[in-house]
């Protein structure tokens, strides 16, 4: 049984740390590429940070220089280390898992951290 399962959520003063994690289970973590990204109320899921299976990482624009991805396959883990957070960083954060093989394309979701950055 595949599972995501993110972690570190919680609130935070703008110009605060936080470090999201995210426990994967039930496929080969290795092979997969990881993302995270969020959605705040009444806004469309948007891409934060991607690192592929090789450990090639990116990032949107509104988060670069701010934000780092990492990985750690021994574990079957992908961290999310975000700095200097704005309030419009508030939103529920959710971790990705994705292949492309020449079965088909296999992609997984996490339930998500909400993550709320305020004074």
């Known amino acids: 049984q595949v599972q995501l399962v993110e972690s570190g959520g919680g609130l935070v003063q703008p110009g605060g740390s936080l470090r999201l994690s995210c426990a994967a289970s039930?496929?080969?973590?290795?092979?997969?590429?990881m993302s995270w990204a969020r959605q705040a109320p009444g806004k469309e899921r948007e891409l934060v940070a991607a690192i592929t299976s090789g450990g090639n990482t990116n990032y949107a624009d509104s988060v670069q220089g701010r934000f780092t991805i990492s990985r750690d396959n021994a574990k079957n883990m992908v961290a999310l280390h975000m700095n200097s957070l704005k309030p419009e960083d508030t939103a529920v954060y959710s971790c990705n898992a994705q292949r492309y093989t020449s079965g088909g394309r296999y992609d997984y979701w996490g339930q998500g951290t909400q993550v709320t950055v305020s004074s």
């Open positions: 039930g496929f080969t973590f290795s092979s997969y590429a």
